[in-house]
């Protein structure tokens, strides 16, 4: 059964997730040094 | 090159017990995990994961769905006896990304290849996707690959109530975490090993 694979939200919506996540960038920090292994396994 | 990503596993399947197709969106998370990372080599029923940890082992045995670490502690058992200590998951959550509550510790364990296992409240998915028939705490499973669409980054992502993979915006995987938790740290994981890169 074909199924959509791509959500459709309103512009609002999407504004407002945008929004929402912008502002988290801006707070946010650099990842620890410790969290370098996320690069190495 | 591209991030694989393989057949996508879905709670509902046709041989899942009822307690998987109820309870079962984190293992059946982790299933889709093993899958990407193992280039489908690897593909464990939902059922068989489910198996690997007792309930009185799990952190809160009265109720019947898995936490982050448990989905871990599957990992790890899962890995050892297939002998594939890529297979397993790190508990990312508020590890080394205190100020950030997570959001930044993700993008680079999607940047750096890792499959991302992000818990959250799934009434932010739009109700004219698959993941709108549920609303509440859940588990998806997030794969490294990309696309923009609407000018907006997209990621590929396995929705364990979806019946296949599906994509969707960044922003709007961050707020189903976010609303999960408040102000807390995301509740997420990454594979330790990569996704491997398909042509």
């Given at each position: 059964m074909a199924e959509e694979r791509t959500p459709e939200y309103t512009e609002e919506d999407l504004a407002a997730a945008d929004a929402e996540l912008a502002e988290a960038e801006a707070e946010s920090e650099t990842p620890d040094p410790d969290s370098e292994d996320l690069k190495d396994e | 090159m591209a991030p694989y990503y393989g057949p996508h596993q879905s709670q509902y399947c046709p041989a899942c017990s009822s307690n998987t197709r109820r309870n079962g969106c984190t293992w059946t998370t982790l299933v889709n995990n093993i899958i990407n990372v193992s280039k489908g080599k690897k593909h464990p029923s939902p059922d068989y994961i489910h198996s690997l940890v007792r309930t009185s082992e799990t952190t809160d045995p009265r109720t019947p769905g898995w936490s982050v670490p448990d989905a871990v502690l599957a990992s790890e058992r899962y890995a050892r006896r297939a002998g594939n200590d890529a297979l397993r998951l790190v508990n990312r959550t508020d590890i080394g990304f205190a100020g950030v509550h997570g959001w930044n510790g993700i993008q680079l364990a999607l940047k750096n290849m890792r499959y991302v296992?992000?818990?959250?409240?799934?009434?932010?998915?739009?109700?004219?996707?698959?993941?709108?028939?549920?609303?509440?705490?859940?588990?998806?499973?997030?794969?490294?690959?990309?696309?923009?669409?609407?000018?907006?980054?997209?990621?590929?992502?396995?929705?364990?109530?979806?019946?296949?993979?599906?994509?969707?915006?960044?922003?709007?995987?961050?707020?189903?975490?976010?609303?999960?938790?408040?102000?807390?740290?995301?509740?997420?994981?990454?594979?330790?090993?990569?996704?491997?890169?398909?042509?």
């Open positions: - | 296992m992000l818990q959250g409240d799934s009434d932010r998915f739009g109700n004219n996707t698959c993941s709108g028939a549920f609303n509440g705490n859940h588990m998806i499973g997030i794969n490294p690959r990309t696309r923009m669409h609407n000018s907006r980054r997209q990621h590929l992502i396995n929705d364990p109530i979806c019946r296949t993979w599906r994509w969707e915006y960044d922003s709007i995987i961050y707020s189903y975490a976010r609303k999960l938790v408040g102000t807390g740290p995301l509740q997420w994981a990454a594979s330790k090993g990569r996704v491997p890169l398909v042509a």
